[in-house]
Nanobody, 125 residues
Framework: QVQLVESGGGLVQPGGSLRLSCVAS????????MGWFRRTPGKEREEVSC?????????????TYLDSVKGRFTITRDSSKNTVYLQMNNLKPEDTGDYYC?????????????WGQGTRVTVSS
C-alpha cells in the first residue's frame, strides 16, 4: 500500500525557511511524478510544485511551480532515501497552510493518485 508521510512543517517568521520532506513507501519517487499541494485559509487547494518522473523522455525530471512561489521554493528528490523535498525560502504569511505530498505513477502533474496526510506551515511574526 502506497503511503506518503510528510514532515517539516512548523511555525516560522516571515522571511524564514522550512524544508518539507515526504517519505514514500512502495512507490519509487525517482520513477514517479511527485508534487506538493497546499490548502491556505480562504483559498482553494492549489498545486505548489511538481517534478515529473525520470523515464528518459524529454519531459523527464521537469519541475513546475506556482507563480507566487517561483524563485523561493525548490522541489527535489533523493532516490536513496525515497524522499521528496520542498525547500521553502523567504516565506510569507500568505504561504501559511496545510501542505500535502502527492504522487502518481503517471507523467502528468495535477493527475495524482496518492496523497499524504499533510503538514502545517505557519508563517507569522
Amino acid at each position: 500500500q502506497v503511503q506518503l508521510v510528510e514532515s517539516g512543517g512548523g511555525l516560522v517568521q516571515p522571511g524564514g525557511s522550512l524544508r518539507l520532506s515526504c517519505v514514500a513507501s512502495v512507490l519509487p519517487v525517482h520513477y514517479s511524478t511527485m508534487g506538493w499541494f497546499r490548502r491556505t485559509p480562504g483559498k482553494e487547494r492549489e498545486e505548489v510544485s511538481c517534478i515529473t518522473r525520470n523515464d528518459g523522455s524529454t519531459a523527464s525530471g521537469r519541475t513546475t511551480y506556482l507563480d507566487s512561489v517561483k524563485g523561493r521554493f525548490t522541489i527535489t528528490r533523493d532516490s536513496s532515501k525515497n524522499t521528496v523535498y520542498l525547500q521553502m525560502n523567504n516565506l510569507k504569511p500568505e504561504d501559511t497552510g496545510d501542505y500535502y505530498c502527492v504522487a502518481t505513477r503517471g507523467t502528468i502533474c495535477s493527475d495524482y493518485d496518492y496523497w499524504g496526510q499533510g503538514t502545517r506551515v505557519t508563517v507569522s511574526s
